[in-house]
């Protein structure tokens, strides 16, 4: 009988020393779960395809805006007025383009962004919950939430990232 109860004793310290199935806090990165995902990546790839034309002018505008500076730089005191002026003109009317282009681009990312997200989210919380439910979590945390924790706490954002994966 002593062998059994010292038996069973050992067994549950055993028990209670392995983590448990279950985790009361666990954290979640949703954001780089859903940024990783196979979804963001297909989405990223269409956009920068969308907007290769619009990013290589504003780039060859930048280039043409950093020499017309820099020759404005240099030169400009002894260059004729009348050239002095164009350059000046046209260094404006480059830069003025080159702002519209940046603006166009960050309102598609934006634009772009906000659709993966509307359409994602069913998916992330359908993969959430499944985490959830699996691991018997009651409190999910964001990784910048969490100030301080006396054990390393369940980071489940890998699983999520599985499992967004495979609802696409």
Do not use: Y
């Amino acid at each position: 009988m002593r062998k059994l109860t010292v038996f069973l004793c050992m067994g549950l310290f055993a028990a209670l020393a392995m983590p448990a199935h279950s985790a009361d806090v666990a954290v979640l990165d949703w954001r780089g779960a859903l940024l990783s995902s196979d979804a963001a990546q297909r989405s990223m790839q269409q956009l920068e395809s969308r907007l290769a034309g619009q990013q290589q002018e504003a780039q060859t505008l930048g280039q043409e805006l950093s020499s017309l500076q820099q020759r404005l730089q240099q030169e400009g005191d002894s260059l004729p007025e009348a050239e002095r002026r164009s350059l000046i003109q046209d260094f404006q009317q480059k830069g003025s383009r080159f702002e519209q282009l940046r603006g166009q681009i960050m309102q598609e990312q934006m634009r772009a962004e906000e659709e993966f997200l509307q359409q994602a989210e069913p998916k992330l919380e359908q993969a959430v919950e499944q985490v959830i439910s699996r691991h018997g979590i009651q409190v999910l945390v964001d990784p910048q939430g969490v100030l301080h924790s006396e054990r390393d706490l369940p980071n489940v954002t890998g699983e999520v990232l599985e499992i967004l994966n495979s609802l696409n």
